[in-house]
């Protein structure tokens, strides 16, 4: 149901790749919502995802981009304007990629060159993009950037691996940032938490299934769906939360709240009893 919360707003959504894709659901509220945008992502991605049939749905442009590129970055916000007519209102940045995770490389024995990768997609991305924004002055008063963001940022998730570095860090620029482009320009940035998601890039962490039942057991109102991430995320892009900045918000149904819930004591017993009869 749509409620035209993003009436007369324009954004950028980076990250979009397919239909299991946070940012995709994000995309496709907003355009419920009333709101004119662009799509990027990388060449390579543009070639293997299915963004073209997003932006026809949408009726957005897809500019293709380098995240990591200042040059490519400079030139998504330059011509978005062009493309919507002025300043936009709200971007996303969804972008996060490991290549030690992708090879399976443990955090004891890390290859740097990926972890510096890591880093520079996942998380400084996001500070080139806002630099980028405030140089121009390519954002509205009152605007709103949001980053997707994981527990693993505070807490040791197995798995996870040299992108919990790149989350904390990216939670960090918010807050840095959110405080100058807060004060300056009264430019809300946040990140959200979001509970493990099937998402194409979250289906090569070690251990998903097993890491998605236990947060579903454990968090009182369940895991929080792409869909239900993305319904929040619209709130966070609306003037109904003008004075919510610098935060990094759980979106995860009480998982970060929990420390352990009656289903997942009684799966863990199960399990202990199990154990005992092996033995």
């Not at 355009?31 to 932006?55: D, I, K, M, W």
């Not at 960090?172 to 959200?192: D, M, P, V």
């Not at 493990?196 to 890491?211: C, E, N, Q």
């Not at 003008?242 to 420390?259: C, E, L, P, W």
């Amino acid at each position: 149901m749509s409620h035209n919360l993003l009436q007369g707003k324009k954004g950028i959504i980076f990250g979009a790749l397919d239909e299991k894709s946070i940012a995709w659901k994000i995309a496709e509220r907003a355009h419920e919502e009333g709101a004119l945008f662009t799509l990027s992502n990388t060449p390579v991605a543009l070639r293997f995802g299915a963004l073209q049939s997003l932006a026809e749905q949408c009726g957005s442009e897809i500019i293709p981009a380098d995240a990591t590129s200042v040059k490519d970055i400079t030139y998504v916000f330059n011509r978005s304007m062009e493309v919507l007519g002025g300043k936009i209102d709200f971007v996303l940045h969804s972008i996060g990629m490991s290549l030690n995770v992708r090879k399976h490389r443990e955090y004891d024995d890390l290859d740097y060159d990926y972890f510096q990768k890591t880093i520079d997609i996942s998380a400084l991305s996001f500070h080139k993009m806002l630099q980028v924004a405030k140089k121009l002055d390519a954002i509205n008063n009152w605007g709103s950037v949001l980053a997707l963001s994981y527990i693993a940022a505070q807490r040791t998730l197995v798995g996870y691996n040299d992108m919990a570095d790149a989350k904390a860090l990216l939670e960090s620029i918010a807050r840095s940032f959110g405080y100058i482009y807060g004060r300056e320009k009264q430019i809300r940035i946040n990140t959200l938490s979001q509970s493990p998601t099937r998402t194409t890039a979250g289906s090569g962490i070690k251990g998903m299934d097993g890491l998605m039942d236990f947060t579903d057991r454990m968090a009182p109102l369940g895991n929080a769906t792409a869909d239900e991430c993305a319904d929040f995320s619209i709130v966070l892009f609306s003037d109904l939360s003008r004075k919510v900045t610098m935060q990094n918000i759980y979106h995860d149904g009480g998982f970060s709240s929990m420390a352990m819930s009656m289903r997942a004591m009684t799966q863990y017993n199960k399990c202990l009893e199990e154990e005992d009869k092996i033995k």
